[in-house]
């Protein structure tokens, strides 16, 4: 059973009924997901849902689909590790990784796609689709795969080899188009409109976002139901960021936890920063950029949810950092050799956020401190293959001691 | 010879279902006057009280966002392609 109510307008808050609709036909605002929080509460307990199963499912009752068509390929329930390495490094105790880079298809973009693979069938679409900056579209090819749905996935030209091979194999359309995200984006929205297809990220959005609270859930319930001080998020269109916050409240509002007072913090590239400019420069608008960044995963110009994100930012007393384009890789290795974690661009970028927050004294040793990692490295070796280096040896213990240094 | 604007779902309930329409003039804003006269009511939604394109409306002119260019004053021409595209669409 679902706790679905209606889907409300978050700008004007005219209310829609539970359909594939993504915009407010008065006022173009987004549409998001209500519900009956009252029989949420009524039915949900710490105990519940720790008899639940070790996925995102455990965590149904928040969510906008029934049982009834879940799709799982064993999203969620990622690892929360002490980062004590790292920590002791940056000077923080607290310190902890929100590994998800360990889901399904290597992203927690696996936690929005299983959801909206599942109300996709519940409203009986035969085709999933996506406009992707490299991680959704392995994730909705891998998870139309399971539910026997075709897939088309958009991406723009030039993504690193490992993201469009990691969508490949699961056999789905792959277009590569011309243009950067934003143009792809533009088409998308524009096909959606026209095709009877459940376009995850477009006509699904509403119910696609809500999969991402799940990661604010899951950092509450390992850290034994409390709220963390600190989150250091990744950002492109900006819904994670309010997502992982939407998740924390929620568990206060239903009395799982008891206070939130968690400042979320959100990381950009220099090269495609929109969100982090007008926060810090105090605007209620996104202005767009073309974006120029190593960091794909999060070059997207035109943020979506930059809006949504500012007010989060605001509302939780957060900071925005952009993290300058040299650091990533940099922050990559950085992580790897403290942690054994190989994270992505994205993740490089939160790790130089975080020890620039740290730096700037946003952040306190004591505090309990989250950087959410939320894509494998494995994905973008291009931007680390500069740095690898090996010995050549012949097969003879001769070779060896001439070549290599044992101290 | 005129220009062709791409209508979004939310807004074909004005143009009586059309998904396309052609207008003519030669800046956005005047296209945008051209296709209020034919669907009155058009222009109130896409803008705001104080005649400002909506904050989540996003205008492309030949796939170019219009913020890039000169807004609404943007010029157009004959055989240009214009789209009108919710802002909340998409996003990864």
Known sequence: MSYIKYLTCKQCFNQYPIEPLNVCELCFGPLEVNYDYEKISNTVTRNSISNGPLNIWRYQPFLPVSLDNMIDIGTGFTPLIHAKNLGELLGLKNLYIKNDSVNPSYSFKDRPVAITTAKALEFDFKVLACVSTGNLMGSVAAHAAKAKMKSYVFFPTGLEKGKIIGSSVYGPTLISVDGNYDDVNRLCSELADNLKWAFVNVNMRPYYAEGSKTLGFEVAEQLGWKAPDHCVVPAASGELHTKIWKGLIEMKDVGLIEKVNTRMHLAQPEGCSPIVKAFNNQESQIIPVKPDTIAKSLAIGNPASGPFALQTLKTSSGSAVAAPEEEISECIQLLAETEGIFTETAGGVVISSLRKLVKNNKINSDDITIAFITGNGLKTQEVIEHTVKYNQIQPTYKSFEQTINIT | ?92
Request: hydrophobic share 35%; aromatic share 6%.
């Open chain 2, 1 to 92: 010879m005129s220009v062709t604007v791409r209508i979004p779902t939310p807004l074909r309930k004005i143009t009586n279902g059309l998904d396309k329409i052609s207008a003519s003039g030669s800046s956005l804003s005047e296209i945008i006057k051209e296709i209020e006269k034919n669907f009155p009511g058009f222009q109130s939604r896409i803008y705001d009280e104080n005649n400002q394109l909506r904050s989540f409306v996003n205008i492309y002119i030949n796939g170019e966002d219009i913020r890039f260019l000169d807004g609404l004053e943007s010029n157009t021409k004959s055989g240009d392609e214009v789209s009108i595209v919710p802002a909340v669409a998409g996003g990864n």
